[in-house]
């Protein structure tokens, strides 16, 4: 097995600021580290592979998936690992 890692470049510290001033004009201030995850998720192409997180929930226009929760029926001959790695 293998462990991507993604660093917090210029991209995502753009991102990050962007972010942070959208959260603070809608009234929802957040920590860094979890505007931090939010704008490298935006940088790589919009997805957050969380457990349970109220907080990255509410980023405008994020996605979040949270694998505690089994996913829907996969279409035949498509399991669902190969339904995430396609989202």
């Keep these: 097995p293998s462990l991507n890692l993604w660093s917090f470049d210029d ?3 753009f991102e990050y600021g962007r ?4 959260l603070l004009r809608i009234g929802r201030p957040m920590q860094t580290i979890d505007i931090e995850l939010a704008a490298i998720a935006f940088v790589l192409g919009n ?3 969380v457990t349970v997180d109220g ?3 509410a980023v405008p226009g994020l996605k979040v998936e949270n694998w505690r929760t089994p996913p829907s ?3 035949p001959n498509e399991d669902p690992l190969h339904q995430r790695l396609k989202a």
Aim: charged share 20%.
């Design 47 to 49: 997805c957050v592979v």
């Design 55 to 57: 907080d990255l929930s």
């Design 11 to 13: 991209a995502a510290a």
């Design 19 to 22: 972010l942070e001033a959208e």
């Design 73 to 75: 029926s996969p279409p």
